[in-house]
């Protein structure tokens, strides 16, 4: 691919790069540790990659992290997987999160949203208090270190406190979303047997109310390591029999006690996907996670006190914790509980200009949404405050970058960001003092080496490789539960380069270290030698009015053939006939590669997501490999397993 590009779309000024916080920590870093003074994001990305013991002690020292016991050294051992960070450290999350709850006690430090759109304020002194209390009765529960805490929570501010409250006893959090069946959250909960779960009656959603009574009643039965259930009555009901009430656990005015506990002690457990067998259960560690999200939001995001930070999302997806770690900069953060589009496509900027968000995330979908709707952010609402606009969950698509810049602000930091649930991290993506060029995520992160590289382990540049790491991050999963001989962590990621984390995605990183994602490797577009993302095809087909969504596979076949079909979801009053037909291959001709022009396009009643919203690609290409169903994918883990069964029954058709 070309990755000549004659100007950004968008460039800091000389100010904000001066007032970044990443320029003022290298320089700094400069002065105390040896960091290059010079050569600006380049050379202190090597710098922070080449030197990384030193880089992590910079890290700690600039955002002053509380070591309750002093480390013996950053690094004890730097081997993938395996890696011991910080040995002999003690510390305590919880205790970080709540630091400017003694500067700024009665400034926000939690703005939550529903569906009203209007802002409810939580200070730092009242989220303080509530987090104390309710550690302090998790502790009366019998809750030690180690035990399990489970959330089946919306984006609520409990949900936050319930989060802290674990942590600051060193138990270890987990949460799914209210919107998971039954099945769902058993598959992820069975799994860390957890001693205390956090439920709601029911949540709202698209201006509904949604009941979830039956299906608490249903994981109160089936989990039977649970001591006690803790009701949140969002719809207003009693709480069950048996259940302790949320306002009684939260009511007392005591100081939170913080548990120190080593740096690798666990925080929290995530779930993968899980399209194959149960879903991966991710441990991250306190330690872990604390440093890495002070480095990701306080340098590459430049959060600070002044800024309100917004993602859309939910529990089940790692970014709501992502989302919760900016308290770690003394962020204001807005939590916002509902339906994305309610009661209209641009209902997220309305939030935005409510709450004064300086940092907005969204998906990609969601600004591509916005533009097939022909929303307009910044006539319809005031976003002056908003500086920049984060997306992630796909690839966002040249034509996003545009309409970003086109209907947002000129002024306006685009950062695409990628990383994964299993680091819960970015691997690439915002830098504040680097061009923004369309298409195109700004640079690796500070002290992660990223490379692409080819079948052979070979880096390559400007050609599109395989996503590797090739050191160690701290919030790298400290190891998968019920994992024991810990090899279905080892076979997740380093299976194919042995000591290297591979994570499954496709990239081209530049000329200019700027990097491109091309969608998962292992669901790659194969033709003739020449390899492409399905990222590239739906960017390119969905551009068209009449697709609402789009879904290629690559099937190698039995006689060594390769079937490459592409399932279209049409939007309302769309026919695929022979016009659209010629449409959708000339684009795809003329826009990416002949060799891509997709063997069959075939209309289907929808495309299968997870419950992250995710396509599913993989599962798919397995049944149309004529895997059975149920050894294919999870039916836990997807949005509509029925979409599915079409998938299956074409395969059945095609013998």
């Known amino acids: 691919m070309s990755t000549v590009n004659p100007s950004p779309l968008w460039q800091p000024t000389p100010e904000r790069i001066a007032h970044a916080r990443i320029t003022k920590f290298q320089a700094w870093a400069a002065e105390h540790h040896g960091a290059p003074a010079h050569g600006g994001y380049a050379a202190l990305h090597r710098w922070s990659v080449d030197e990384l013991d030193t880089f992590w002690k910079a890290v700690t020292e600039w955002f002053d992290v509380r070591f309750s016991t002093p480390y013996a050294r950053v690094l004890g051992d730097r081997s993938m997987p395996g890696a011991e ?43 303080r208090r509530q987090v104390g209390s309710l550690a302090a009765e998790l502790r009366a529960l019998g809750v030690r270190p180690g035990d399990r805490v489970s959330g089946y929570l919306p984006n609520v501010p409990q949900a936050v406190v319930a989060l802290l409250a674990t942590a600051a006893v060193g138990a270890v959090w987990t949460s799914c979303a209210p919107d998971f069946g039954a099945r769902s959250v058993l598959d992820r909960f069975q799994q860390v047997e957890p001693v205390v779960l956090f439920t709601v009656d029911g949540y709202r959603y698209g201006g509904k109310e949604h009941d979830r009574r039956d299906v608490v009643a249903q994981l109160r039965g089936e989990l039977p390591t649970l001591r006690a259930v803790v009701h949140i009555p969002l719809l207003g009901t009693e709480a069950p029999e048996g259940a302790l009430d949320w306002s009684t656990l939260t009511s007392a005015d005591v100081d939170p006690v913080f548990e120190p506990v080593p740096f690798d002690h666990p925080l929290w457990v995530l779930y993968s996907s899980g399209t194959t067998g149960l879903p991966k ?14 480095k990701q939001l306080g340098l590459h995001c430049d959060l600070g006190t002044e800024d309100r930070f917004f993602w859309y999302t939910s529990t089940g997806w790692m970014m709501w914790n992502f989302l919760v770690s900016g308290l770690l900069t003394g962020t204001t953060i807005v939590l916002y509980d509902g339906s994305p589009g309610h009661p209209d496509t641009g209902a997220q900027w309305c939030i935005a200009e409510r709450t004064g968000a300086t940092l907005f995330g969204t ?12 929303v307009h952010p910044s006539r319809d609402a005031d976003l ?3 500086r920049c606009v984060a997306t992630t969950g796909s690839p966002l698509p040249p034509d996003g970058f545009r309409w970003l810049h086109d209907e947002v602000s000129e002024d306006l930091w685009i950062a695409s960001v990628s990383g994964g649930t299993d680091v819960c991290s970015c691997f690439a993506g915002a830098v504040p003092t680097l061009p923004v060029y369309i298409g195109e995520l700004q640079a690796a992160g500070l002290g992660t080496d990223l490379q692409s590289w080819d079948a052979s382990g070979r880096p390559v540049v400007d050609e599109v490789g395989e996503l590797v790491v090739t050191n160690p991050m701290p919030s790298m999963p400290v190891r998968f539960w019920n994992d024991p001989d810990g090899s279905r962590y080892h076979d997740s990621y380093f299976d194919t380069y042995p000591g290297v984390w591979r994570h499954g995605d496709w990239i081209t990183v530049t000329s200019r270290d700027s990097v491109v994602i091309h969608g998962r490797s292992d669901s790659t577009l194969n033709r003739q030698g020449v390899r492409m993302g399905s990222a590239d095809i739906y960017e390119a087909v969905e551009r068209l009015p009449e697709i609402k969504e789009s879904l290629v596979i690559g099937v ?4 060594g053939g390769y079937w490459m079909p592409l399932f279209v979801h049409l939007a309302p009053g769309a026919e695929l006939d022979e016009a659209l037909l010629d449409r959708i291959k ?6 990416l590669s002949p060799r891509h022009v997709p063997d069959e396009v075939i209309e289907v009643p929808g495309v299968p997501h997870t419950l992250t919203g995710k396509r599913i690609e993989v599962p798919v290409k397995r049944l149309l490999q004529g895997t059975p169903l149920d050894k294919a994918v999870n039916a836990g883990s997807v949005d509509d397993v029925e979409l599915l069964r079409f998938y299956e029954r074409l395969a059945r058709e095609r013998g």
Request: hydrophobic letters at 40%; a negative charge.
């Open 384 to 386: 002056t405050r908003v």
């Open 281 to 294: 259960a991710i441990v991250q560690s306190q330690g872990g996670i604390l440093v890495e999200h002070l």
């Open 556 to 559: 190698e076949q039995p006689d």
């Open 586 to 591: 000339r684009t795809i001709r003329e826009q």
């Open 85 to 127: 960070w910080f040995p002999g450290a003690t510390l305590n999350y919880a205790e970080h999160a709540l630091r400017a709850a003694g500067t700024r006690a009665d400034e926000p430090a939690l703005l939550y949203v529903d569906e009203t759109h209007e802002p409810t304020p939580v200070s730092w002194s009242e989220l």
């Open 363 to 374: 998906s990609a979908a969601y600004v591509m949404a916005c533009r097939k709707a022909e």
